[in-house]
């Protein structure tokens, strides 16, 4: 005992200098109240073994106190190594077990968590504790680590509400608590709904002329909706921030780079409804595939879209490594599902991943011909917008396979690639790559490059050399799988993977409802919060598997739910009993993201330019942002803005340069694409108000559809009717059509007053004015329009 | 009308933090968090909770300015004197010293390290005998009211790297800014202005650029992202209204946008909606508030003297300097300057002097203008780059010039006011200027004594981020008590 003690005090002194204390389990408040029936381990007390203990005495064995580990059940019931007679847990019999009894313990020196941790249980958790010990303290496998099966539909009282399997599982979670489903959302709602949900974009106000006046058949719909290509891009849009896409390299002057062909191909294989496993296994492994031809070589550009130093100084090795690290966490995330990056420096100090796990996770991915910093080595071209491996795109690619990439006429790539550029070297080797498209993407492996454990993490601290692998306690790699990205992908589908199917499904969820079914999507390890419906996700799960992974059907089959196409009124008592609607007893109303509220705009107003693919463009952006931030240097250093067309593509396509991304954009959540984000989140700013009011782009959107309407000669009260039909996707309430008719009034009287501010007023934008048309009922019209996309509906799914 | 929504953000403030508490507060503490923070917005989602608005302890410092030299600094031409290198102009950099420690690609190829001295000479100035380079003459005037640090170390040898460790804690830039931090942890002290704002100018030497990742909210709500703040036409992004339209209007057009939200509120019953149109209000507040605190016309003309003849051209760092004074004044709780030009990798001796021309005075100005405004003892203002240089030169080496390579072993910083102890030189380097021979301070030792502070704890300002608690010191760092009073 004395020696666990000594060496517990020599542990805390050096607390600053270790991480163990700044991981921490979701400890779930609503947990706090009352002590169940039977304690679960997963669900009651591994959340608060892993919040309070396990840093201590779990996977990581360099951080390992007096030997004793609690994370697994055999080393927990064994005899503790300091004290042969004493064991931490004995089950049945709490006052035996010296876990319990430290718990316990009023001394400071023998009290567990130790005090200095800054970690101490509530009175609840103890006695959940003592009951799970007095109970057997039985453990159970981390739910995540056991494959999901299709549990047998629950038995339900409200069977009248049901839809599909969906609802069965919703709803036996719901009757639990006392609630119920809402009734279903009214037409024009639910149409708006799916059509945020499928194509990113509102429905137009032919659609619903063409949908009002009859039952909503939603099969029928969804064919139309998922055949519409709009569809891959709204998918695009989060496996964009995923992939940590985008169109500068990512360090300091931060040139340009051509990955988009990727984007376009992402596009094209959604709305090919590419199964997921090959989506997936292109990505990884395309090159590698004995089929593979230019678009599965394309697909691997994936993992290529990582930050890049152009560096002047950067140490070569330090940045290759940091390469093959932000592929090995970015698979961990998007794909597992789990925290790897914990890894990367010791042990796992909660999931069960070693260190050396971790390395040869990376070994994976530490093949690749590539170089921490490629101008630094002889031979090569400066600033290339394409490092090595690298494919070349020709127009005859473009013909034939490659069909789907969006080629822009030379003129605009040389122009791309050399805007900014004074004379000089950088300016003749970008001048030599610019007559033909080149992408990053993964290519003949470097065989000579074995992979090393690194200690602590650090590049040039290599230990023992080790080969590709993967984490053990997921699903161990099958003998006869080739070690390479190819049988790493063939590991991520086996049948028996038991996160691949899940980690997707669940985020295939959270855009649908605004949060996943486990609410932390990249994190499904012991930190991670509990699936708050883990029935639910495991059917929907093996069902995806059994459909071949077939991504439509599984975004149809949750929208064929009752759970879905519910209303989203929050009724007072509901609020009350689920102020969070984890059990979803109503709608979850949602803020749309940056890119759908441009693409509202764009589409309601009749600006949108629907082009898919191509290069990024510069819409309207506050001036001086990029002049302000740069050397000087680099063909990004002035934003040279886009004019006609190209100021009216879709959110998805406007430019990300890393280090300065567009405002607008960052001010409604987006990401900048530094590294894998597989959630956004959806804050409510001042400064979003801001840009709704005063953005160019809602501004000149308004404008335009003012002018359109009135165009058509009908009475103005039609118009603005008109308006809000277009931009809200249903007809305005007598109240509130009063209510925008009295704002035009008061801009109308103001205009007329003073022409020329109204003349002013209609300045705004590059697309022609209408000037035919009177500019006092214009400028009204517009403001009202511009009140219109400041609403709160407006830019929200409901 | 207004005065409802107020009632209401206080109501949704208070329940939507009562939900977040999890540990235990005293009344005190949970007393002054009743007051409402509009422009703290409403954070739907993520999976943050701690503590919001909460002092660990009593703060010595309200407000930070940064005074952030983009590009790093000579410390051996302005705070760190080594009349050693002139004695050994042109000598190789001994092995005995250099230890084999990596440098950057761009000397790593150089077959000779010859050392450079100064081109400037250095005196001694004030109570602790600070060596200060002639430079720097109006910082060597403030000598006693600012502490120098000689001995800051870093782990990044390139500027992307450094700089984004500086002001996240991390390399990779994911991660938040430090004013980020200070926002999620204190909040703003004034409810029309954000708690984060930046200030960017250059300078004439050899620039890096800046990211707007750099004042980045990472994992934390978008209400803590830094706010680029200019003094032009258009303080803030889309602050300004369209041409053509007239306060009265914009005002009215907000009365029936709140109509409207109610109705779809009284529908709904989503309270997100009445937290919308407390957003729109603040907005239109803003639109006040920022230019008034922005308007240095009303600025009295020996303050402009005070500052340098730059600080009348918007968009200088002088102006800037003056600015960050008006904001801090006004409760912004961090103010970021950005002054680049600093990585003088050649032609050192005639860069380096109009860089240092550019910020000398004005940072020294501010220092006596918060001072004689009362307002430094709770102001914390720092100064200093992301590395310091080598001391031996970079390219040729002549009588006349000289460049410096990046040096992350050691670099010289200083901070004034706001709890640190004044008239100070701590910390020291070996006699070539290359090792750190006493008090190092590392980047996280650094960030945990800012936050000390302010009265914030480094290991207990966390976020929770997909089941990992994060914080600005990442996982190391200790308060270096010396520097503080």
Known sequence: MIGVLVRMKVLLGLLPGICLLLWACDGESNREHSIPETISYNLHIRPILSENCFACHGPDANKREAGLRLDREEDALSALKEQPDRHALVPGNPDASEAYQRILSTDKNERMPPPPSNLSLTDNQIQLIKKWIRQGAEYEPHWAFVPPRKAVLPDIESKDWVQNEVDYFVLAAMEE????????????????????????????????????????????????????????????????????????????????????????WVIHAFNQNLPYDRFITWQLAGDLLPEAGKEQLLATAFNRNHKITEESGAIDEEYRVMYAVDRTNTLGKALLGMTLECAQCHD???????????????????????????????????????????????????????????????????????????????????????????????????????????????????????????????????????????????????????????????????????????????????????????????????????????????????????????????????????????????????????????DLVLASSGLLHREIGGPSVKPYQPEGLWEAATSGRGNLSRYLQDSGKYLYRRGLYTFIKRTVPPPSMMIFDASNRDACEVERLQTNTPLQALVMMNDPVVLEASRVLAEKLLETGSPTPNLIRAAFYRILGRKAEKEEFQILLANYDSFYSGYSEEPERADTMLSVGEYPRKDSLPVVERAALMQVISLMYNLEETITKS | MEKEILDHRLHINRRHFLSKLSLGLGSAALGSLMIPDLFRGNELSGDGGGQLGIPHFAPKAKRVIYLFQNGAPSQLESFDYKPKLREMWGEELPESIRMGQRLTGMTSSQNSFPLVGSFSDFQQYGEARAWISDLFPHTA??????????????????????????????????????????????????????????????????????????????????????????????????????NGMRAAERRKMLDHLAALNQISFEKSGDPEIQAKIAQYEMAYRMQTAVPEATDLSREPEHVFEMYGEDSRKPGTFAANCLLARKLSESGVRFVQLYHQGWDQHGNLPSEMALQAKDVDQPSAALVKDLKQRGLLDETLVIWGGEFGRTNYSQGKLTKENYGRDHHPRCFSIWMAGGGVKPGMVYGATDEFGYNITENPVHVHDFQATVLHLLGLDHERLIYRHLGRKFRLTDVSGSVVPALLT
Not at chain 1, 402 to 430: C, E, I, W
Not at chain 2, 159 to 176: I, W
């Open chain 1, 177 to 264: 608590a006392g609630l119920n489903l809402n009734e279903p959302a009214d037409k024009s709602s639910l149409i708006r709904r799916v059509y945020f949900d499928v194509l990113g974009l509102p429905p137009n106000a032919e659609d619903l002329d063409r949908l009002a006046g009859k039952d909503l058949n939603l099969d029928a719909l969804l064919d139309t909706l998922f055949a519409n290509p709009a569809y891959g891009e709204k998918m695009a849009v989060h496996w964009m921030d995923l992939s940590r896409y985008a169109d500068s390299h990512g360090y300091q002057d931060d040139y340009y780079r051509t990955q988009w062909p990727w984007r376009d």
């Open chain 1, 348 to 598: 796992h100090k909660y999931d069960p991943i070693s260190q050396k796990e971790y390395y040869q996770t990376f070994a994976f991915f530490n093949t690749v011909a590539e170089w921490g910093i490629e101008e630094a080595s002889p031979g090569f071209s400066k600033k290339s917008p394409a490092k090595v491996p690298l494919m070349e795109i020709g127009e005859e690619d473009v013909k034939d396979i490659l069909h789907f990439v969006n080629l822009p006429d030379s003129a605009r790539r040389v122009q791309a690639l050399l805007a900014n550029m004074g004379k000089g070297t950088n300016y003749n080797s970008l001048l030599a790559e610019a007559d033909v498209l080149k992408v990053s993407v993964m290519g003949e492996p470097d065989s000579a490059r074995r992979t090393f454990l690194l200690d602590r993490g650090m590049y040039d601290a290599p230990k023992e050399a080790v080969e590709p692998g993967i984490p053990k306690a997921i699903l161990p790699f099958p003998d006869h799988l080739p070690k390479n990205r190819l049988g790493l992908s063939k590991w991520l589908f086996d049948s028996e993977n038991p996160l691949t199917a899940r980690v997707f499904v669940n985020r295939i969820w959270q855009e649908l409802f605004g949060k996943g079914l486990v609410a932390t999507p990249g994190d499904f390890g012991m930190q991670g919060n509990l699936p708050v419906n883990q029935p639910l996700l495991d059917w929907l799960a093996v069902d995806f598997i059994e459909s071949g992974w077939d991504v439509q059907g599984l975004i149809r089959k949750i929208m064929q739910s009752a759970t879905y196409q519910q209303s989203s009124v929050v009724p007072p008592e509901k609020f009350e009993k689920d102020p969070g609607n984890r059990l979803l007893s109503r709608f979850p109303r949602q803020r749309l993201p940056a890119e759908a509220i441009r």
């Open chain 2, 141 to 242: 005037g403030i000598v006693d009211d600012i502490c120098i640090i000689k001995s800051m170390h870093t782990e990044a040898i390139n500027h992307d790297p450094a700089l984004t460790f500086f002001q996240t804690g991390a390399q990779q830039g994911n991660r938040p800014s430090m004013g980020s931090w200070l926002s999620y942890g204190l909040g703003s002290e004034n409810s029309n202005l954000p708690a984060f704002t930046v200030l960017l100018s250059k300078g004439k030497g050899n620039g890096q650029g800046v990211y707007s990742k750099l004042w980045n909210n990472g994992f934390l709500p978008a209400t803590h992202q830094g706010v680029q703040f200019s003094n032009g036409e258009d303080p803030v992004l889309y602050l300004n209204d369209p």
